[in-house]
């Protein structure tokens, strides 16, 4: 018995160190140290990137897009592999890249990066190509060598667009942010960071969708909705092709509306309406233009002349990119309309804890009703009568 169970013994030790061989030559150990190995490989790719080091950068891989990068202000710059899919010498990696520009983003940014890697003679895996992930957007300097121009209150990003055009933005910004805060208050960045690429199909890239999306709209802005006071910063991205079609008032109301959606967006939440948060922009970026409302609602105007007074405030899917031109239009002028109309029969400030007061709601579902009882002291009914009135008086 003593002898058996002694083989036996021996049998579980043998079984034990034939698995641990077969885990050794098999699989996870080898792929947790090449997956390692990349780690490292990718941290001295951003110390070089940090440190502006173009050699050092080129004994981690190929230099890509490390020139354009010349003059962006980073505060931060890493990445985590998240996958490794390899075969030989040659590989793919998924990775998280987290960045921070100076001075603007309170959090890092990121996003998701394919790496194509080649392990040479020596031994050492080399990056080929550093691109956006499959479902990511492009960076602004994926497409090209990135100018900087910096403001009072903006930071100012473009490519193929000379300085002196891209000062042009800057000013405009710099105009907007205290325009902002004089109707808003202070509680934001009161800083914004504009990107302008070289074309509309470059504002998709950047935004990750088709150009067609975009091709009449001259900026949108990008951020985290209801995002915490540590979010990174909202990015104004210009359509240079629609931007350029619009006259100098033009561009500045644009500038402002964008600016204001950065300043908002704390209190910008799922329980917001379009209507509300695109009617407030244009209220702070006409404010002070002198324009009519028959001047900067001309869509609706012609519908109200025409007997086709609006039922209902605008819906969300009345602000769809990709709908009818003449429905969208008249979508921002009824929102700008209905918050033109609360500014003037209450107040500005109203105006400013009404929009605050749906925002923090929390939920679509009786957000504006509690918000109209609360801040304004009626229903949603009557306002509603009220703003078709108005837009009778005002358009008619």
Request: proline content about 4%; glycine content about 10%; hydrophobic content about 40%.
């Amino acid at each position: 018995m003593a002898g058996r169970r002694r083989a036996s013994r021996f049998s579980v030790v043998a079984l034990v160190l034939l698995l641990v061989s077969l885990v050794a030559c098999g699989g996870q150990p080898a792929a947790d140290s090449a997956k390692a190995d990349l780690q490292r490989l990718l941290d001295r790719r951003s110390t070089a990137v940090l440190d502006r080091d173009q050699s050092a950068f080129l004994r981690t891989g190929a230099l890509g897009w490390f020139e354009n990068l010349r003059g962006v202000p980073l505060a931060s710059w890493s990445y985590r592999v998240t996958a490794l899919h390899r075969t030989g010498d040659r590989a793919t990696a998924d990775a998280e890249l987290r960045y921070e520009l100076q001075g603007y983003d309170k959090a890092p940014v990121t996003v998701g990066r394919t790496l194509t890697l080649s392990r040479e003679s020596d031994g050492r895996w080399y990056v080929d190509a550093d691109k956006p992930a499959k479902k990511s957007a492009q960076q602004l300097w994926d497409q090209g060598q990135v100018t900087v121009v910096r403001g009072s209150h903006s930071l100012v990003l473009g490519i193929g667009h000379s300085n002196e055009s891209l000062h042009t933005y800057a000013d405009l910004a710099d105009t907007a942010v205290p325009a902002v805060s004089v109707a808003w208050g202070s509680d934001w960045a009161r800083h914004v960071v504009v990107l302008v690429p070289d074309s509309v199909n470059g504002m998709a890239g950047l935004l990750g969708s088709p150009a067609s999306q975009y091709r009449g709209i001259a900026a949108v802005t990008t951020g985290e909705v209801g995002g915490p006071p540590t979010a990174p910063a909202d990015r104004i991205i210009v359509n240079p092709d629609a931007y350029a079609l619009l006259g100098t008032l033009g561009k500045q109301v644009v500038l402002t509306h964008e600016t204001t959606h950065v300043a908002t967006r704390a209190h910008t939440t799922a329980a917001t309406p379009l209507w509300l948060s695109e009617g407030y922009a244009d209220w702070i970026g006409y404010r002070g233009t002198g324009r009519t409302p028959s001047e900067a609602a001309p869509e609706l105007a012609r519908a109200v002349a025409a007997g086709n007074v609006p039922a209902d405030l605008p819906t969300d899917k009345d602000f769809g990119f990709s709908g009818d031109a003449t429905k969208l239009a008249q979508a921002y002028e009824g929102g700008w309309l209905a918050c033109r109309l609360i500014a003037e029969h209450w107040d500005a400030v109203k105006l400013g804890q009404f929009y605050r007061a749906v925002g923090d709601h929390g939920q679509r579902a009786g957000s504006v009703e509690g918000a109209l009882k609360k801040v304004l002291g009626t229903t949603l009914e009557q306002f509603t009568q009220e703003w078709r009135d108005y837009l009778r008086t005002q358009l008619g």
